[in-house]
């Protein structure tokens, strides 16, 4: 079993920033998928097991980043919110790939809300 320690998120008004953190109990490819209201969880960012590569997804390039230190934390931080952005957000693992193709594990979820 992978264990996973979220931290962060809260409320901020449009324009501002979040930074997000999940700590995992192993090196793996990890990353945040979101779930907005009403909608279907989604793929936030991800990035590879030792952080040479990082994706994210339309919704979010340009605004948020995400990043990890050479132990098991990554962080993603979150800028220019948008009312959007609204979701509850789940860090996950990829215990089998470099990249975080087919989560395995998932942290009990961190809510994020922006709101003017």
């Known amino acids: 079993q992978v264990q996973l320690e979220e931290s962060g998120g809260g409320v901020a008004q449009p324009g501002g920033s979040l930074r997000l953190s999940c700590t995992a109990s192993?090196?793996?490819?990890m990353g945040w998928y979101r779930q907005r209201p009403g909608r279907d969880r989604e793929f936030v960012a991800s990035?590879?097991?030792?952080?040479?590569?990082r994706y994210h997804g339309s919704s979010v390039r340009g605004r948020f980043l995400i990043s990890r230190d050479t132990g098991t934390t990554a962080h993603l931080q979150m800028n220019n919110l948008k009312t959007e952005d609204t979701a509850i957000y789940f860090c996950?693992?990829?215990?089998?790939?470099?990249?975080?193709?087919?989560?395995?594990?998932w942290g009990q979820g961190t809510q994020v809300v922006v709101s003017s």
């Open positions: 996950a693992v990829d215990v089998s790939n470099m990249q975080l193709q087919q989560p395995d594990y």
């Open positions: 990035i590879t097991r030792k952080g040479a590569n």
């Open positions: 192993g090196r793996y490819a």
